[in-house]
């Protein structure tokens, strides 16, 4: 059908001639309500997104003088963070003359690092920048 006569179709329907296929030979058109179609789309988008995960990076501070029954806890507290499906940022704190302690702080990050090792992985080993020392761990699928 030719363009004139595909034109004067939709203006006669009250519908929009939308180019499906340009790159076909001949191009392929096809009459539609184009709001209507992008209405459709964007609540089909909307739709698809709310069913995606959304991975996020929970967070937990320490530091050298954390005890050990406030470890257990915030080690609980890691394991939530990880069945929940989240990637887990741990951090210790150096404060002040701490910071000449580093291999005392690698080992309570190794602590840490074993204890949840049956439910996630370690992405990053700890590594000290500045006055923090990180450590990045991510769920088990």
């Known amino acids: 059908m030719g363009l004139e006569k595909a034109l004067s179709m939709a203006k006669e329907?009250?519908?929009?001639?939308?180019?499906?296929?340009?790159?076909?030979?001949?191009?392929?058109?096809?009459l539609?309500?184009?709001?209507?179609f992008l209405y459709r789309q964007k609540k089909q988008d909307q739709k698809h997104k709310s069913k995606q995960k959304k991975n996020e990076v929970k967070g937990i501070r320490l530091s050298l003088r954390t005890g050990q029954h406030d470890l257990d806890v915030k080690i609980k507290r890691a394991r939530k963070f990880l069945d929940q499906g989240n990637s887990l940022k741990v951090a210790l704190i150096?404060?002040?003359?701490?910071?000449?302690?580093?291999?005392?702080?690698?080992?309570?990050?190794?602590?840490?690092?074993?204890?949840?090792?049956?439910?996630?992985?370690?992405?990053q080993q700890p590594k000290k920048q500045?006055?923090?020392?990180?450590?990045?761990?991510?769920?088990?699928?």
Do not use: H, W
């Open 13 to 30: 329907r009250e519908l929009d001639l939308v180019e499906v296929s340009p790159n076909a030979k001949p191009p392929v058109c096809r």
């Open 94 to 123: 150096f404060r002040g003359r701490e910071v000449t302690q580093y291999e005392l702080a690698r080992d309570k990050m190794l602590i840490i690092r074993d204890a949840l090792e049956d439910v996630a992985k370690c992405d």
């Open 32 to 36: 539609m309500d184009f709001g209507k």
């Open 130 to 141: 500045g006055y923090n020392l990180f450590m990045i761990l991510s769920p088990l699928k």
